[in-house]
């Protein structure tokens, strides 16, 4: 049969439906730490510096070609 674990967290609440055979690895989930997420638009190259991904260069690139941003103030980032 089917469990239903319910975590209530500061911002909502979440439901998760299990078997009974999952339940220990669905409580040691839910209570483990998880790595901060990271963004993958933007990376660090070896001096720690900020470098744009090719995709979001080629997007600001063509917003600009397109002529729907004209200056920096209409392209945020």
Known sequence: ????LVKNCDRGE???K??????????TLLSSDLPPA???LIRRDSDGN???RSSVRRALL???????ANCKKN???
């Open 50 to 52: 900020y470098i744009l």
């Open 1 to 4: 049969m089917d469990k239903t």
């Open 62 to 68: 063509e917003v600009i070609a397109s002529s729907t």
């Open 18 to 27: 299990c078997k009974t055979t999952e339940k220990v690895q669905v409580r």
């Open 14 to 16: 979440s439901v998760l």
């Open 75 to 77: 392209v945020i980032i």
């Open 38 to 40: 990271t963004s993958q």
